[in-house]
């Protein structure tokens, strides 16, 4: 079948900042991680690709603070569609108080993690480690 | 209520931001100030209802990138644009690239004008996320904040702020042995949690 043929190896990136897209994908490449990256200025964005090549993400990198539609919204709507409703989502956000951090578990209880810029590469790949394939040594 | 109350603890939320600004600085890029921020508080200076927002003046006339977030007590507030408080960074436009490289950020590209300016509010949005986080623990409640908003050289339309307010504390930091960045903040009376 056609869709198992494609593996849901890619992350997709979704941040209004080119430059907190371009150094998370950097931090990601030089710590090993071989996935293929997708990338969304915008929450509209992010969801038009959702809706094309679900099958190939699997991993959702969000950052909450967007114009017009924010992290939490593309969240709410990825969870009320089933055929994505259980991606993987890391929350990527400025603003890390724990009230956040509740309101976001709050809209998608399978939320896998919350990341708060700015990150170490550490942090980030502690966080992200379970859900990507590393470089063999 | 035509006239609320004036913030009277706004000294208080200039050391948040100071300290919130000094421990980003020093955990992203282990960036140290040349000395400590210089720290005043002076009058906002108000125009058609919002705040002016002039970045060559900081640097004596050179060309600067403007970026602001604005806060609210919570997110109806923010739907009806009741603002809360207003955090506005300055950086001169020939240290924008070095001050990013040394926060450990990717280079930026200097001749596009999108690509400093998305730079100016990338920072803009770490420090206003991080002096909203040390808000939070110094026991106030969770304010929302805005996307930002980038310019250069001036904001035009000017920039959204508390009407009770009349004063901003203004942050001149001096990174190589200069004044490099510039952040103003304003901020109305927030509730205890």
């Not at chain 1, 924010?70 to 929350?91: F, L, Y």
């Not at chain 1, 509740?102 to 209880?109: D, E, F, I, L």
């Not at chain 2, 919130?20 to 400590?36: D, H, N, V």
């Not at chain 2, 603002?83 to 596009?112: C, F, H, N, W």
Request: glycine share 6%; charged share 30%.
């Amino acid at each position: 079948m056609m869709a198992d043929s494609i593996s849901k190896n890619k992350i997709l990136v979704v941040d209004d900042s080119d430059l907190e897209r371009e150094l998370l994908i950097e931090v990601l490449k030089g710590a090993g991680v071989q996935n293929d990256f997708l990338q969304a200025k915008t929450g509209e964005d992010a969801i038009q690709l959702l809706g094309t090549r679900y099958k190939e993400i699997g991993l959702i990198l969000l950052d909450w603070q967007m114009p017009k539609m924010s992290g939490m919204e593309v969240m709410e709507a990825v969870v009320k569609v089933p055929a994505v409703s259980n991606m993987p989502i890391i929350m990527v956000t400025a603003s890390g108080t724990d009230e956040n951090k509740k309101k976001a578990r709050v809209v998608n209880p399978n939320l896998v993690g919350y990341i708060v810029k700015p990150y170490t590469p550490e942090s980030l790949l502690d966080v992200i480690y379970p859900f990507v394939e590393l470089k063999k040594e | 209520m035509i006239f609320s109350r004036q913030n009277s603890e706004l000294d208080k939320f200039g050391e948040m931001l100071e300290r919130s600004l000094i421990a980003l600085f020093q955990e992203r890029g282990e960036l140290m100030f040349s000395s400590s921020p210089e720290k005043q508080k002076r009058q906002i200076i108000e125009y058609d209802g919002k705040m002016r927002a002039d970045g060559m003046e900081k640097f004596d006339n050179e060309p600067t990138y403007v970026s602001a977030v604005n806060f609210y007590a919570s997110e109806k507030d923010m739907e009806k644009k009741k603002t809360l408080g207003a955090l506005i960074v300055y950086v001169e436009q020939a240290y924008l690239p070095k001050l990013m490289r040394l926060l450990k950020y990717p280079p930026v590209d200097e001749e596009s004008e999108d690509a400093m300016k998305d730079s100016c509010g990338t920072l803009c949005n770490i420090i206003s996320g991080r002096f909203k986080s040390e808000i939070v623990s110094a026991g106030y409640i969770e304010l929302e904040m805005s996307h930002f908003k980038n310019f250069r050289n001036s904001s035009f339309e000017g920039i959204d702020f508390c009407y009770a307010e009349y004063d901003l504390i203004e942050l001149a930091c001096n990174i190589d042995k200069g004044k490099r960045l510039v952040i103003e903040m304003t901020m109305g009376a927030i509730p205890k949690q």
